[in-house]
């Protein structure tokens, strides 16, 4: 077994460190403090090639494999989890696409990310409809011209009020039905250049094949603030056949594929957010002095040093594992992606919430980049499945 990188896989983990160091870290906390939407980091990542990993070569030039994509992730996480989730997402709402469709469906849904710095956004959750995909209501109904109208709304939507393109997971035929389909929607493209400020209210967007689509206020979270989430609402939206990904009763195996390829990612975010959060902590703890001499050297403080360094390691192998295990198409690859999205969450919030302990009274303000991580590090453990859907899916399958 061979654990270290290959040289591709070593260019990909330096450029992302490089690009981290210079483009984000500085900036950060500023960002954070005034709600920035970070248009112009997305541009330089993907000027750098740092976007739209899922895309494949065919369309884009060239491929990353789900171990560099993790990595890539992993790397940019270390920055700012909101800027990897906003990242993260084209790939969430583009790998259906890129597995599943067709050469054609390929080319003119996945060509617009190669071609410029746009967003999409995975619209799966519904205010009813959290855990529970079989609870949505969000439908296609079929005309008697034989296009499709999409109605329903999304909840907690990821860069939603910056989308150039939508995967809609859905019913078919009314909203109590059992089959689902995934359809995708573009919608006219938002380049950076576009956004002259932070978009701050609800807009309309009119898909150019008719219709039109509601987009809320953004929220305004606790955390991870440098990511964009909304919701949105589809009001009589066309949807001809070739929007229609794959079979359009096959929706919920597209999920499970999707979700499948997406919990290492967010393990890969878990375990970038717990390692800053360990790195920002070994710095403080270095540097204070308490009882005359530096906290880190604390046998109590120097314990939970130890705990949260162990928390990381392990995090990364599981994400590690899991990742592999994706890129290979293994049958058991479902259980470890949610070992490694659990163990990662798990690994986020324990080093940034006891690296807020070490900070005392400091780490309680706002200046200090330990309380931003410890806001940041709750959503790891919620979305993609909270850590109770993660059991369940572990549970069901070792008995």
Wanted: proline share 4%; hydrophobic share 40%.
């Amino acid at each position: 077994m061979d654990f270290a990188l290959t040289d591709t896989q070593q260019m990909y983990t330096d450029t992302v460190s490089k690009f981290v160091k210079n483009e984000i870290i500085p900036r950060v906390m500023t960002m954070e403090k005034d709600h920035t939407f970070p248009w112009d980091i997305i541009r330089k990542a993907w000027e750098v090639g740092i976007l739209n990993l899922s895309i494949p070569e065919s369309v884009k030039g060239y491929e990353v494999d789900i171990v560099s994509t993790a990595l890539i992730i992993k790397e940019l996480s270390y920055g700012d989890t909101g800027i990897s989730t906003s990242a993260m997402c084209n790939d969430l709402a583009n790998a259906v696409i890129a597995k599943h469709g067709t050469d054609d469906q390929k080319n003119a849904f996945l060509s617009p990310f190669a071609e410029n710095p746009v967003l999409a956004s995975f619209c799966l959750t519904e205010p009813g409809a959290g855990s529970d995909n079989s609870g949505m209501t969000t439908f296609i109904k079929k005309n008697d011209n034989g296009t499709y109208l999409l109605n329903g709304s999304k909840c907690f939507i990821t860069n939603a009020s910056y989308a150039s393109q939508f995967t809609v997971f859905c019913k078919v035929g009314k909203p109590s039905g059992n089959l689902i389909a995934c359809v995708i929607v573009p919608a006219p493209l938002l380049l950076p250049g576009d956004v002259t400020s932070p978009i701050t209210e609800g807009r309309e967007v009119f898909p150019p094949r008719g219709g039109k689509i509601i987009i809320g206020k953004p929220e305004d979270k606790l955390g991870q603030r440098l990511s964009n989430t909304a919701a949105v609402t589809f009001e009589d939206v066309v949807i001809e056949n070739d929007q229609i990904i794959g079979d359009r009763r096959q929706g919920f195996k597209y999920i499970i594929d999707v979700l499948d390829y997406a919990r290492p990612m967010v393990a890969a975010i878990g375990v970038g957010l717990a390692r800053r959060a360990l790195d920002v902590t070994l710095a403080y703890t270095r540097e204070r002095r308490q009882f005359g001499q530096r906290i880190c050297d604390l046998p109590v403080a120097r314990e939970t040093l130890v705990k949260m360094w162990k928390m990381v390691e392990l995090a990364d192998l599981a994400l590690m594992k899991a990742a592999f295990k994706v890129q290979e198409g293994a049958p058991d690859r479902g259980i470890y992606a949610s070992l490694a999205k659990n163990t990662a969450a798990e690994a986020a919030l324990f080093c940034a919430n006891e690296g807020l302990h070490l900070h005392g009274g400091y780490g309680f303000m706002s200046e200090y980049e330990i309380s931003k991580l410890a806001r940041d590090a709750h959503i790891v453990d919620i979305y993609e499945g909270v850590r109770e859907i993660q059991n369940m899916i572990i549970g069901r399958e070792i008995v």
